[in-house]
């Protein structure tokens, strides 16, 4: 089935007029990782077969913000908009972003089933992952659904762990390769690179002043995943090009003591005003931890080692 690039998005079900036989699965879907891009590959293919279309029903914002917002902790590997972006490129058809609320969080799997996903949608076939729960107290699953089915008229598809994937990737081990450091591991599964969004805005300008002129992000989404402090390689796409470029985040303790953590990037042969700018800043390669010098020239040496490193590190891969 060929890649659309015309995803429909809803944020209710007031919105939808008909989607013809839909094909669904449900779930939050962080990282769009290889294991889900497989997922709605099986959907697309389903949803072809009966003259359907696929969708997907999703939650905002992630339901552990609203069961437990003072501590909920929860780090995502995409913001919002960019797991849109990335859905969109898997030809996924249509996705239902639907609000999650106290309220929404005590319908009992009977009732979202019934009330949702037949009397709304006129579901005709669902497509579950192995160990997928849902509906109050996640007492919805694979069996559940397989006793409902025949009731209401849809087919099921359950999708085991070897058919996701061998390796059983998962979001939490994406983003456990993420805190670690290990970038490779994480694009590996994710299927291209972990990347961070920012506006460039206006900093100390000490990178400036050393012969390195940074771009500071502002990331403006506190739940966004960052990795450990460090320098990283990265490529950096502005507008429709891109640039080869060294990551900083850190809280630069050499000439800073007040622990601001800022995230910094410096564009290889690159020349031009960038504030306001909107770059994409996606990860390759961690090159060393942040570290704190005895001097400032002692910091400007390690940064052009590291710039020395990252252009060897292109060279090699080219």
């Known amino acids: 089935m060929p890649v659309t690039r015309n995803m429909k998005i809803f944020h209710n079900f007031e919105q939808i007029n008909n989607i013809p036989n839909p094909v669904l699965t449900i779930g939050t879907f962080d990282g769009v990782h290889l294991g889900h891009q497989k997922i709605i590959s099986y959907l697309n293919r389903e949803a072809e077969k009966i003259n359907g279309e696929s969708v997907l029903f999703t939650f905002y ?9 003072d501590n909920h902790g929860i780090k995502l590997i995409q913001t919002q908009e960019e797991k849109l972006e990335k859905l ?6 249509n996705i239902i972003i639907h609000p999650f609320t ?12 019934r009330d949702f996903l037949v009397q709304k949608l006129h579901v005709k076939h669902l497509v579950i992952g192995y160990d997928h729960q849902f509906g ?11 006793t409902v089915a025949p009731e209401f008229g849809f087919g099921i ?4 762990a070897e058919e996701i994937d061998e390796v059983n990737i998962s979001s939490t081990k994406i983003r456990n390769a993420i805190l670690s450091g290990d970038i490779e591991t994480a694009n590996s599964f994710l299927g291209n690179s972990f990347s961070l969004r920012g506006e460039v805005v206006q900093g100390k300008q000490n990178g400036r002043a050393f012969g390195f002129p940074t771009a500071n992000l502002d990331l403006k989404y506190n739940y966004k995943l960052l990795p450990p402090d460090g320098i990283y390689v990265v490529q950096v796409k502005t507008g429709t090009q891109y640039s080869n470029g060294i990551l900083s985040i850190g809280t630069n303790p ?3 003591d007040n622990n601001e953590r800022t995230v910094e990037v410096y564009l ?13 800043v996606e990860l390759l390669h961690f090159i060393r931890p942040s570290l704190k010098f005895d001097s400032i020239d002692q910091l400007i040496h390690q940064m052009k080692e590291d710039e020395i490193y990252t252009r060897n590190y292109f060279s090699a891969v080219h």
């Open 157 to 160: 598809t359950e999708i085991s």
């Open 88 to 93: 969109e490129k898997t030809g996924l058809q």
């Open 61 to 69: 914002p992630h339901p552990k913000m609203i069961l437990n917002p």
């Open 254 to 256: 050499t000439i800073a």
């Open 136 to 146: 109050k107290n996640r007492e919805g699953g694979i069996d559940f659904l397989k």
């Open 268 to 280: 290889l042969d690159f020349s031009g005003d960038l504030y306001g700018t909107v770059l994409d």
């Open 102 to 113: 106290s309220e929404f969080s005590q319908l009992t799997a009977l009732e979202f089933v």
